[in-house]
């Protein structure tokens, strides 16, 4: 199993582009998020997507907008990077239901906006 | 959601049990605690979770007061591996699991 996987590993932009951050899960989770990580801080909470077909903002949705593809892909898009948007990218997948489980991390996606 | 109050850094001594204590006095009833940490720049790890017990795995113990307003990872033989940034998020079991800033462990030889 790959378990949480993210592409790029690393992306460089120029301000006003848009892209795309792709994650995938092999786990059948239901659950994935999408989280930043600026240098020396703690991961930020952008989106999260409780269940195929959901979507919901976390605490810095500003700038950002996500789709819940089906229920293994969970896709991150900047329509117009901003140099504020520099940092690094981390999505996650969990299952819920009856029990507490706990977030499976990607290796992050590099996000250098100039 | 219960808040989290952790100390931004603590040293340890190889060999030695390190003690991450976590602060969460605002914690309900059906919250969990969960403890995931991040070596260098890496994906954030999960290390132990718990509800009212005490628990134990491979990596850690986890020791929750009676009152639930704090806890302890205990990690029983530091490592220099374990020189990581461990983050406590209490949580209820759905789906905003947020992060604060999180403890940066040293492990010293």
């Known amino acids: 199993n790959a378990g949480v996987t993210q592409t790029p590993k690393f992306q460089v932009l120029k301000t006003g582009q848009s892209m795309t951050l792709q994650c995938a899960q092999d786990?059948?989770?239901?659950?994935m998020y999408w989280y930043r990580q600026d240098p020396g801080m703690g991961l930020r909470l952008i989106y999260y997507s409780a269940s195929e077909g959901t979507t919901d903002k976390g605490e810095v949705p500003n700038g950002y907008n996500v789709s819940r593809l089906n229920k293994r892909e969970f896709s991150l898009r900047l329509e117009s990077a901003a140099p504020s948007q520099t940092s690094v990218y981390f999505c996650?997948?969990?299952?819920?239901?009856?029990?507490?489980?706990?977030?499976?991390f990607g290796n992050g996606t590099r996000l250098t906006v100039t | 959601d219960a808040k989290t109050t952790q100390p931004p850094s603590m040293d340890c001594a190889e060999g030695r049990a390190a003690n991450l204590p976590c602060n969460h006095s605002?914690?309900?009833?059906?919250?969990?605690v969960y403890w995931y940490r991040q070596i260098h720049s890496q994906g954030p790890q999960y290390i132990i979770h718990g509800l009212k017990n005490n628990e134990t795995n491979e990596m850690a113990s986890l020791i929750i007061t009676e009152d639930r307003k704090s806890s302890t990872l205990i990690l029983p033989h530091a490592t220099l591996r374990d020189t990581a940034v461990y983050y406590c998020?209490?949580?209820?079991?759905?789906?905003?699991?947020?992060f604060g800033a999180g403890t940066r462990l040293t492990v010293k030889p």
């Open positions: 786990m059948n989770h239901n659950s």
């Open positions: 996650a997948s969990r299952l819920i239901g009856g029990f507490s489980s706990p977030l499976h």
């Open positions: 998020i209490v949580r209820v079991e759905n789906n905003d699991m947020r």
């Open positions: 605002t914690i309900s009833g059906n919250e969990y």
